[in-house]
Each structure stands twice: as structure tokens, then as C-alpha cells.
């Protein structure tokens, strides 16, 4: 458990960075302050991820025939029609 902690640190500074270097381009295109742009986007993007990470997968499972995410009381999935009654192909 102790080595996940970093693991998901780095993945985080990882996409930060990405995200940063692609907003910044952006601004720059439209000729927009990329500076502020760059703190705009260090500020609320880690907002946004802390208030969307509690929402999570609450409340679906996975279509095992698809791979897509399903609300956990449907029978039938809404993308490929599958049967999902039962357990039948499906992961929590």
C-alpha cells in the first residue's frame, strides 16, 4: 500500500505537467496570457479532480461483453445490449 501512494503522486504531477504545457500552447494560439492560463489551470484543475474523485464509479459496473461503464441496477446494457441480469458479465 505504501508504494501506491507514490505511484499515484507521480501520475498526477505527471498529467498536471501535460495538461499544463497543453493549456499553455493553447493560450498562446489565441494570444491569450498563458501565464494566467498556467495558474487558472493549477488552480482549478486540481479543484476539479478533488471534487470529481469522491463521485467515482458509485453506483455502476462494467459490461464484461463492452467494457462500459453501466448503472449498477440495469438488466440489459444500453451500449452493445448485452444481458447483464444475474451477474451474467459483469464486474463490479
Given at each position: 500500500m505504501g508504494a501506491v501512494v507514490p505511484l499515484v503522486v507521480v501520475w498526477a504531477l505527471f498529467w498536471e505537467v501535460l495538461s499544463l504545457i497543453i493549456i499553455v500552447n493553447m493560450a498562446r494560439r489565441r494570444r491569450r496570457s498563458a501565464v494566467g492560463w498556467f495558474i487558472f489551470t493549477l488552480i482549478f484543475g486540481w479543484l476539479t479532480a478533488l471534487v470529481l474523485w469522491p463521485m467515482g464509479s458509485k453506483g455502476l459496473k462494467k459490461?464484461?461483453?463492452?467494457?462500459?461503464?453501466?448503472?449498477?441496477?440495469?438488466?440489459?446494457?444500453?451500449?452493445?445490449?448485452?444481458?447483464?441480469?444475474?451477474?451474467?458479465g459483469v464486474t463490479a
Open positions: 459490461c464484461q461483453r463492452c467494457g462500459q461503464m453501466v448503472p449498477r441496477e440495469a438488466t440489459r446494457c444500453a451500449h452493445c445490449q448485452s444481458d447483464l441480469s444475474a451477474g451474467a
